[in-house]
């Protein structure tokens, strides 16, 4: 069994990776061989509608036909059992390094040409772990559940089960002092931190070890 996680995060050890790597542990716990890789250490674009993959000539593409530092990255994708993904919100919406990802995961198993919507033919369960600084009780007037909801619909044509955690209200940077954020509050940010993460990174894990349970069942 193997799970593949995805940081779409430009830092390495903050909120979003923090989360990813507990739902790693969490796959891990349940056997899974993981595997993280970081889209900010990649030269790669998104889709650049070529539609290689929907040609009748030859076989449909399960994976996009683009070559760079994406192309081995989603073959290993294809051959996973588990696929975790990770990123934080920025302007309304995931990064564009997890936007142009998605795009070159999605759009080639995405048919034009079933009922089913699919042109993939294995099953890989998918988790997505969202970060954010905006408050949980912001989420509803800000349109983000339609966000969450439409990538967890775009990852089930991955034929698998998809889940997500939401990270709401996270604390920013290592001193706020030196921000000029005087619109947060440090104290509410750091008591969040303190008292709220820690749920959230446990229910990162107990996502990853569902997933991977999915898999052994």
Partial sequence: MKAIAINGSPRKNWNTATLLK???DGAASAGAEVELVHLYDLEFKGCCSCFSCKRKAGKVAECCVMKDDMTEVLRRIMSSDILLLGSPVYLGNIT???KSFMERLIFANLSYDSAERTNFTGVIQTGFVYT???PHEMLE???YQYIFENN???LQLL???SEYVISADCYQFD???KYAASNFSEKHK???RREQFPIDCQSAFDMGKRLALYVEN
Wanted: avoid cysteine; charged fraction near 20%; glycine fraction near 16%.
């Fill in 175 to 177: 001193d706020y002092s």
């Fill in 96 to 98: 564009g390094e997890m």
């Fill in 132 to 134: 954010m600084g905006l």
């Fill in 141 to 143: 007037s800000f349109g």
């Fill in 22 to 24: 507990k739902a790693i």
């Fill in 190 to 192: 750091a008591k969040i």
């Fill in 159 to 161: 034929n698998g089960q």
């Fill in 152 to 154: 967890k619909n775009y």
